[in-house]
Every structure is written in C-alpha cells, then in structure tokens.
C-alpha cells in the first residue's frame, strides 16, 4: 500500500510538471519521473519527445496515417496523394514532409512514428531506410555501419 501511494504521488507530480510546461528544450536535460520512477538524466539531441504538444500539432497526420490500415485507404493516397492529404487537413508543414518523403520533418510535424510506418510502407521505406534518415546517412553506409555490429 505504501508503495502505491508512493506511485501515486510521483504520477501526479509528473503530470502537473508536464501540464505546466507547454515546451520541453531538447538541448536540456529532462527529469521525466514517471509511474515506474524512471527518470531521462540527459537529452538525446535531435530526439523529439512526443508529447500533447506534439500529439495535438500532428492529430491530422496521425489520422491519415492511421486510416493506412485499410488497403482501399492506402490506394486512394496513391491515386491522389494532394487530395488525400486535403481529406484529412493535413497542414503546409505536414504535406511538405509527406510529399518529401521525410520521415524527421513528419515527425517534427507532430506525427508519431507508430502511425508512420504505415505512410513509410506505402513509400516502401523500411526500418533501415528511417535510420539512414535519422542518422544523416546513406541508406548503403547506414546498412555497412549495422555489419560492424
């Protein structure tokens, strides 16, 4: 019992925390106690940390791409790539990034990398194809850099 009040307490104090702050600086360090008292001691830079914020900024994106489940959805976008994005009021940021072909400017645009990987697959991208985008690399040099390991 005396634990769970201990959980409890530090959930709530998370949440207010994060009620309170409407931007998180990624070039800062973060404490994110959470309900299993986990805390990040440094930030990744160029990590984007979903949050409301991010949710509600890329609620459009998130929703086309989770309408990908469907294969009739998915051939309709590939039909009429501008109209579909109109369906869903996707905004100029996001249909930048869609039209590119960029999964971090999607991201950035408030998109969720679950609900990514299904526009990624209509673009028959995969996960290697993400890294090599995250990391500034060559698809090749990003496939060479995972055989050293």
């Given amino acids: 019992m005396r634990g769970s009040k201990f959980l409890k307490r530090n959930a709530r104090d998370w949440r207010a925390e994060t009620r309170a702050s409407s931007f998180i600086d990624k070039s800062t360090i973060c404490e994110a106690g959470g309900r299993f008292g986990m805390t990040l001691t440094q930030a990744i830079p160029g990590t984007i940390i979903f949050d ?11 929703r086309m791409c989770y309408s ?7 051939e309709a976008f590939l039909r009429d790539e501008d109209g579909y994005c109109s369906r869903y009021n996707l905004t100029e940021e996001q249909r930048t990034a869609v039209k590119s072909r960029n999964i971090l400017a999607m991201l950035d645009a408030g998109g969720n990398i679950y609900y990514l990987a299904k526009l990624a697959g209509i673009f028959h991208m995969n996960v290697q194809d993400i890294g090599a985008q ?12 995972l055989q050293q390991y």
């Fill in 68 to 74: 990908f489940n469907e294969a009739t959805n998915r």
């Fill in 134 to 145: 995250q990391t500034g690399m060559t698809l090749e040099a990003f496939k060479a850099k």
């Fill in 52 to 62: 409301g914020n991010y949710a509600h900024k890329g609620y459009a994106l998130n």
